[in-house]
């Protein structure tokens, strides 16, 4: 693996040379103002970052799969009820965590491939007349599929059940890089990470809690210590953790929110939306589809592209790592060996986007696809071009 070449797996992402340094801090008094100084301002830009202006955001050392153990420990008791969709690995593995928590787990079993139903949802919700859906949870982007679901959508369901449940949203590989309102669509709990969105390290569980959210872990009976927000919340009143803070990596989170609050969130989304779309272009240049069934569901981080029929799709990430040092996404669970996913969240630019392309190419043609090399990278190349000459249209 070359350590120049960019990854186009969809976290880890790449860390901005500026971000890495910023993690790389002396020893500092981890529980003297100074950590304060690093630690609100990073809680500050998050809670930016997640379009709020009161959400309470917390910080833990632990991962995205943390966040979700956070989210459901200290707002649920075992036995309660909760409504979940699965549409792939990642809301595979939340209802997994929610069942072994001893909550009772209502599925919607949902094609991997499709979004979130918010309409079954809604049936759902308004059947449960006695509201003992205690929370309604949802994988805002579903990174094993490339799938955006729509959770604007899901509040108004909610809403039209005229029903009390609480709203979890998994924003693991969304937060940072797709349009994300915590306010608007009165979340209550959002999860991510630090090696998404925020182009950190692993390392970082980030969570924001809503007031009601916030009042849930009042009676919430689920076993916690390490991921007691409340616990966590004393810690900050004091600029402290419960325990050892990874003061480094919350330096370096203070940066990429600036960096990312600078360029503009909504900058950053249409950075985004157009990397992924000259992906998208350079997909159906190679004659292949997505995984994502239709486009009102296409990810801006993450392209899950289908192999044809006699060819498996970890050996082209196998054969991209080996033979040109870069790294692409496998497909995970229900969908190993049918597809690859080019991951398109981060640092990233049109032009690294292009290598990422060329590369995917490579591999498909080693392998034997009938794919005409540089036929995807002149879709993406006649893409930017074109954006980039109406950017500039805009700007005069
Ligand atoms: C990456 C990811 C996770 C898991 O995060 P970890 O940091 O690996 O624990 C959860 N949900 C989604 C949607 C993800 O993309």
Known sequence: MSFQNPVFIPGPTNIPEAVRKACDMPTIDHRSPLFGQILHPARAGVQKVLKSTSAEVFIFPSTGTGGWETTITNTLSPGDRILIAR???????????????????????????DGISAARYEEIL?????????????????TATGVLSDIGAIRRAMDAANHDAMLFVDGVSSIGSMDFRFDDWRVDVAVTGSQKGFMLPAGLAIVGFSEK????????????TFFDVQDMGAGYANNAFPYTPPVGLINGLKMTCDMLLNEGLENVFARHHRIATGVRRAVAAWGLDLCATSPD?????????????????????THAAEKYGVAFGVGLGEVAGKLFRIGHLGSLTDVMTLSGIATAEMCMVDLGMKIELGAGVAAAQDYYRQVDAQEQQDAA
């Open 297 to 317: 569901v296409y990810s801006d981080t993450v392209s899950a592209i289908l192999v044809p029929n006699g060819f498996n799709g970890t050996d082209i990430v």
């Open 213 to 224: 959210a916030m009042q849930a872990t009042a009676t919430a009976q689920l076993p916690r």
């Open 87 to 113: 549409n792939g690995m990642f809301s595979h593995r939340w209802i997994d965590m929610c069942q072994r928590h001893g909550l009772k787990v209502e599925i919607v079993e949902t094609t991997w491939g």
């Open 126 to 142: 308004t059947a449960d007349k006695s509201g003992k859906i205690r929370a309604v949870l949802a994988t805002h982007n579903e």
